[in-house]
């Protein structure tokens, strides 16, 4: 069965530091996405990214936060200058087309700031 | 700012029992909602959703209710299964599960089933 994957599964970094988090969403789909559950709260979504360019994006998504697709599979959330509070668990997704009950996710990437 | 609220945050149930898990939201402009099912270790996976001009959805043991007056709606699941122990988020949408790319998620109920 196809699955996101995400990259690595675990990031630390120093606050001020910048991170990168890796996703390959499945290899058909046309629609990413960034989410993240800082712990005990809820999952909250960052970005949607579709024809190389950003479709919608939360508050969240400041001007600290990037997205790119660099090549044909890969899909980056860059953080240019981590704060304590970005740590979280950052979920990449992806769909084939704009109905949400086909968005799958990734595992997610735990990342903590120190 | 909680339009999507679990207000269980955990929920212990006996096998072959009926689960049942509760979502609630504020914003009269959701008009599509679904429940994920997250594992450990794991993303969160699609189960089941409903529309707004819907009050009931099922599929197989999984049964979602919208109750628009109330702006609540619910998981059954029955019978229960060890296997169904996860974190379910009720999520919610307003552009009717394809005109917006954006969910909102509840913090979720962590649900136990007890063999």
């Known amino acids: 069965e196809p699955e996101v994957t995400q990259t690595p599964s675990h990031q630390v970094t120093q606050m001020g530091q910048e991170v990168i988090l890796r996703c390959v969403p499945i290899?058909?789909?046309?629609?990413f996405y960034w989410y993240r559950q800082i712990l005990g709260q809820k999952v909250e979504f960052l970005v949607s990214?579709?024809?190389?360019?950003?479709?919608?994006k939360s508050e969240i998504f400041d001007d600290q936060f990037s997205v790119e697709r660099p090549d044909g599979s890969n899909f980056t959330l860059k953080i240019r200058s981590t704060k304590l509070e970005d740590s979280a668990m950052y979920f990449c997704?992806?769909?084939?087309?704009?109905?949400?009950?086909?968005?799958?996710f990734g595992s997610g990437t735990q990342l903590s700031v120190l | 700012d909680q339009q999507v609220k679990q207000n269980s945050p955990s929920l212990s149930v006996q096998e072959g029992r009926i689960s049942i898990l509760n979502c609630d939201y504020t914003?009269?402009?959701?008009?599509?909602f679904l429940w994920y099912k997250k594992y450990p270790a794991e993303g969160p996976t699609f189960l089941i959703s409903?529309?707004?001009?819907?009050d009931k959805n099922e599929d197989g043991r999984f049964t979602v209710f919208l109750n628009k007056s109330a702006k609540h709606l619910s998981l059954h699941i029955v019978p229960s299964q060890p296997g169904d122990s996860a974190v379910y988020f009720c999520a919610a949408s307003d552009g009717s599960g394809a005109g917006s790319y954006q969910l909102t998620f509840g913090k979720g109920t962590k649900l136990s089933v007890i063999p």
């Open positions: 290899s058909n789909h046309l629609y």
């Open positions: 409903i529309s707004s001009i819907k």
């Open positions: 990214f579709y024809n190389n360019e950003i479709s919608e």
């Open positions: 997704a992806s769909s084939a087309g704009r109905i949400l009950e086909k968005l799958f």
């Open positions: 914003n009269s402009m959701f008009d599509y």
